[in-house]
């Protein structure tokens, strides 16, 4: 049985249902059990500032599907919900987006294909604040620092905001 970290994200329609939707799909099947998962946030795109707000969150499972088969699994989800992806696109508005962050302590790289840890995780404090509640001892297994410290390593974290608190307007 592994033990995998997941992040969840949504910036088109009804935000939150959308992520909750994907949980219950995801745990439909006996292969995956929801051991803990996070709190909504509201947080700001990153990589393209011109996208709406997301909400995203974090969950660890249980399973016994390799990764690629978690992988076909999370896809499948995605596209049962509406999700489109385009060719040699990044960071576009997306109705769900379900992203494998780590799978026990491995490292995989299938080019073009899968790779884990998430090469940008570590980037990113809307992976990494929901990621906090999650488990912020988990150990990277490249750079070897846990969650709490690569968010203590951001030098410019996008803004996260629990969900339903008051966005302050930017001057």
Known sequence: MARVFISLGSNIGDRLANIQQAVSMLTMTEEIKIVKSSSFYETEPWGNENLSWFVNAAIAIDTELSPLDLLKVCQSVEKQLG???????????????????????KIISIENILNIP??????????????????????????????????????????VFLYGTVIPKKE
């Open 118 to 159: 998430h090469p940008y995780m570590h980037k990113r404090a809307f992976v990494l604040v929901p990621m906090l509640e999650v488990k912020s001892d988990l150990v990277h297994p490249i750079f070897n620092k846990t969650i709490s410290e690569l968010y203590d390593d951001l030098e410019y974290p996008e803004d």
């Open 83 to 105: 999700r489109i992806r385009k060719d040699g696109e990044k960071w576009l508005d997306r109705v769900i987006d379900i992203d494998i962050l780590m799978y026990d302590d």
